[in-house]
């Protein structure tokens, strides 16, 4: 008997559900007909569904060239909108998503696929000592993702990645969850984990641009999202983990001023009052935050 490599798995055969291959692309002349076509290789039967996210250049006749579907939004949306553009046009089965640049290797995908049959949603792993971009962007995917593992208590090796696999039936009941910028694969990835599915970390190879095209990330635009998308996590995924210890902490710490003022002083300060006060609100108010997040990861039909 001989062993099929991975790479020449088909995902659709047997009884598994069609395969939709999802590619966001803004202004990736350069490089969507190649990503298209090796999609197209690697995992033939697939629908191939690029979402044009208000494009200048010829990003949608080269996709449509190339032999995928082509959906345009009028105006540039951001990743997340184009996500939810495709949840809204794909009936079911399972969807594979990479980025339009060129970065992602397509021969990954039927490794992602092949997972769903255990899984609920695979997210492709980056090297990140490997990964092309700047110390200061490496930095903040790990500070990302060491706080996202804190906060889900499971291990995220990458939290940020936009090549992944999942089922469409379960990500799209959070489709009012995704936001529509940049941060669809954290909030994909924090969702399905917080609310109980089953969530794979399966390696991938990244690549570098191709020469001429640029990222389009601005650093301090994107400074900005990430301390909002920070808070964003913390309030999405599970407050209590924040608030309470720091709620907490400011009692002892009214407690421990109280009883020295008493000893030293034989009175209270208005300090001690500030840390009751304040620690109780904390706590509270986290408590609130706590309950608004269990209503938002309740599933929707």
Same mark, same amino acid.
């Given at each position: 008997?001989?062993? !099929?490599?991975?790479?020449?798995?088909?995902?659709?055969?047997?009884? @598994?559900?069609?395969?939709?291959?999802?590619?966001?692309?803004?202004?990736?002349?350069?490089?969507?007909?190649?990503?298209?076509?090796?999609?197209? @290789?690697?995992?033939?039967a697939?629908?191939?569904?690029?979402?044009?996210?208000?494009?200048?250049?010829?990003?949608?006749?080269?996709?449509?060239?190339?032999?995928?579907?082509?959906?345009?939004?009028?105006?540039?949306?951001?990743?997340?909108?184009?996500?939810?553009?495709?949840?809204?046009?794909?009936?079911?089965?399972?969807?594979?998503?990479? @980025?339009?640049?060129?970065?992602?290797?397509?021969?990954?995908?039927?490794?992602?696929?092949?997972?769903?049959?255990?899984?609920?949603?695979?997210?492709?792993?980056?090297?990140?000592?490997t990964?092309?971009?700047?110390?200061?962007?490496?930095?903040?995917?790990?500070?990302?993702?060491?706080?996202?593992?804190?906060?889900?208590? +499971?291990?995220?090796?990458?939290?940020t990645?936009?090549?992944?696999?999942f089922?469409?039936?379960?990500?799209?009941?959070?489709?009012?969850?995704?936001p529509?910028?940049?941060?669809?694969?954290?909030?994909?990835?924090?969702?399905?984990?917080?609310?109980?599915?089953?969530?794979?970390?399966?390696?991938? +190879?990244?690549?570098?641009?191709?020469?001429?095209?640029?990222?389009?990330?601005?650093?301090?635009?994107?400074?900005?999202?990430f301390?909002?998308?920070?808070?964003?996590?913390?309030?999405?995924?599970?407050?209590?983990?924040?608030f309470?210890?720091?709620?907490?902490?400011?009692?002892?710490?009214?407690?421990?001023?109280?009883?020295?003022?008493?000893?030293?002083?034989?009175?209270?300060?208005?300090?001690?009052?500030?840390?009751?006060?304040?620690? !109780?609100?904390?706590?509270f108010?986290?408590?609130?935050?706590?309950?608004?997040?269990?209503?938002?990861? +309740?599933?929707? @039909?």
């Amino acid at each position: 008997m001989t062993n !099929t490599p991975i790479d020449r798995i088909d995902p659709l055969a047997g009884s @598994d559900p069609t395969v939709t291959i999802v590619i966001p692309a803004f202004n990736e002349e350069q490089t969507i007909a190649e990503v298209v076509r090796s999609a197209k @290789d690697h995992v033939p039967a697939a629908r191939i569904l690029v979402i044009d996210d208000g494009s200048t250049d010829r990003t949608a006749i080269e996709a449509r060239n190339a032999g995928a579907e082509v959906i345009s939004h009028p105006l540039n949306k951001g990743n997340g909108a184009c996500m939810k553009t495709a949840l809204r046009n794909i009936p079911g089965g399972h969807v594979a998503v990479l @980025d339009g640049d060129g970065q992602h290797d397509p021969g990954d995908l039927p490794r992602l696929l092949a997972r769903l049959s255990e899984y609920d949603l695979v997210v492709g792993t980056r090297t990140f000592s490997t990964e092309e971009g700047s110390p200061l962007r490496n930095f903040g995917n790990v500070i990302l993702r060491r706080l996202a593992s804190f906060l889900v208590e +499971q291990r995220i090796p990458d939290l940020t990645s936009g090549m992944r696999a999942f089922r469409h039936s379960i990500a799209a009941k959070f489709l009012h969850m995704y936001p529509n910028g940049y941060s669809f694969p954290s909030t994909n990835t924090l969702s399905l984990i917080a609310a109980g599915y089953s969530v794979a970390f399966e390696p991938i +190879q990244v690549g570098r641009r191709p020469p001429g095209s640029h990222s389009k990330l601005q650093p301090f635009r994107d400074g900005f999202r990430f301390i909002m998308f920070i808070l964003r996590i913390i309030t999405m995924a599970n407050p209590n983990k924040i608030f309470f210890p720091v709620g907490l902490l400011m009692l002892l710490a009214g407690l421990a001023l109280t009883i020295r003022n008493l000893v030293l002083f034989s009175q209270f300060s208005s300090g001690t009052v500030f840390f009751f006060a304040g620690g !109780t609100n904390v706590i509270f108010f986290g408590l609130i935050l706590d309950q608004f997040a269990t209503l938002r990861l +309740q599933e929707r @039909d």
